[in-house]
């Protein structure tokens, strides 16, 4: 009788934010690739318990910590509550995010902030803490936006800066751990369904004629991105920032 080896057997992932949307649909792709799967949460614990829930209930092995990006002291306890139980972290997905939007002489510092602190502060240290306890085959993972590269709508200048941090970060991480052998990419989405971003939301009219494809993304689109970058078949991929965004770029 020959058993098929899944290609994340064994690795143990971090993804943040992950109770919901993308986060959720990331989660759940890397747990049915073989990962065991810690989800970090804020305020959304009923979600969480229903990602986890799923996640075991088809066989999986998932947990979920509630620790709000923005805050530095929890997003590094998580990590660390994770390599206690599982002893390691082979995979960290930053997929934590938030949106503010408006013109920019409108948006408040305080909303500054707490973008500021989520989407790019909590980047850093989960990345920080993780590396502690990644070695040599370990994969970053983090969520951008196809913003970056075509701001095609206004009132995103402060989510935009943001994510173009993320980039940023994530080139000078490829040159400082490619010699330990982990490879650091950035999947940028474009207009995906989502809380933040819904299918019938505000913008998705004058959006979706843009999209080549003729539709929002999903979750699960992302997800097989990150699922590649985050198996073997990807150990020479490193710096890359890969769209997934319908040709809404093109």
């Given at each position: 009788?020959?058993?098929?080896?899944?290609?994340?057997?064994?690795?143990?992932?971090?993804?943040?934010?992950?109770?919901?949307?993308?986060?959720?649909?990331?989660?759940?792709?890397?747990?049915?690739?073989?990962?065991?799967?810690?989800?970090?949460?804020?305020?959304?614990?009923?979600?969480?318990?229903?990602?986890?829930?799923?996640?075991?209930?088809?066989?999986?092995?998932?947990?979920?910590?509630a620790?709000?990006?923005?805050?530095?002291?929890?997003?590094?306890?998580?990590?660390?509550?994770?390599?206690?139980?599982?002893?390691?972290?082979?995979?960290?997905?930053?997929?934590?995010?938030?949106?503010?939007?408006?013109?920019?002489?409108?948006?408040?510092?305080?909303?500054?902030?707490?973008?500021?602190?989520?989407?790019?502060?909590?980047?850093?240290?989960?990345?920080?803490?993780?590396?502690?306890?990644?070695?040599?085959?370990?994969?970053?993972?983090?969520?951008?936006?196809?913003?970056v590269?075509?701001?095609?709508?206004?009132?995103?200048?402060?989510?935009?800066?943001?994510?173009?941090?993320?980039?940023?970060?994530?080139?000078?991480?490829?040159?400082d751990?490619?010699?330990?052998?982990?490879?650091?990419?950035?999947?940028?989405?474009?207009?995906?369904?989502?809380?933040?971003?819904?299918?019938?939301?505000?913008?998705?009219?004058?959006?979706?004629?843009?999209i080549a494809?003729?539709?929002?993304?999903?979750?699960?689109?992302?997800?097989?991105?990150?699922?590649?970058?985050?198996?073997?078949?990807?150990?020479?991929?490193s710096g890359?920032?890969?769209?997934?965004?319908g040709?809404?770029?093109?």
């Open positions: 009788m020959s058993h098929t080896i899944l290609p994340l057997t064994g690795k143990v992932a971090i993804v943040t934010g992950g109770s919901r949307s993308i986060g959720a649909a990331i989660a759940k792709r890397l747990a049915a690739d073989g990962a065991t799967v810690a989800i970090t949460y804020n305020a959304s614990a009923d979600r969480a318990t229903a990602v986890v829930d799923a996640i075991n209930a088809a066989g999986g092995n998932a947990i979920a910590l620790a709000d990006a923005g805050n530095p002291e929890a997003v590094r306890a998580a990590v660390q509550q994770v390599a206690t139980l599982f002893g390691k972290v082979d995979i960290l997905v930053n997929n934590a995010g938030i949106s503010v939007l408006g013109a920019p002489e409108d948006i408040s510092f305080e909303d500054f902030q707490r973008i500021l602190a989520v989407n790019v502060t909590g980047v850093f240290v989960a990345t920080q803490e993780a590396l502690q306890y990644m070695g040599k085959g370990g994969r970053i993972i983090h969520i951008g936006s196809s913003m590269q075509h701001a095609a709508f206004g009132t995103a200048s402060a989510y935009t800066l943001t994510k173009g941090a993320v980039a940023g970060f994530s080139r000078g991480l490829v040159r751990l490619g010699p330990r052998g982990i490879t650091v990419n950035t999947v940028n989405p474009g207009p995906t369904d989502s809380d933040m971003n819904p299918a019938d939301g505000p913008v998705a009219d004058f959006v979706r004629p843009n494809v003729g539709r929002y993304g999903e979750g699960k689109d992302i997800a097989s991105a990150v699922a590649y970058l985050a198996s073997s078949e990807a150990g020479f991929v890359a920032e890969l769209l997934v965004d040709g809404f770029t093109a």
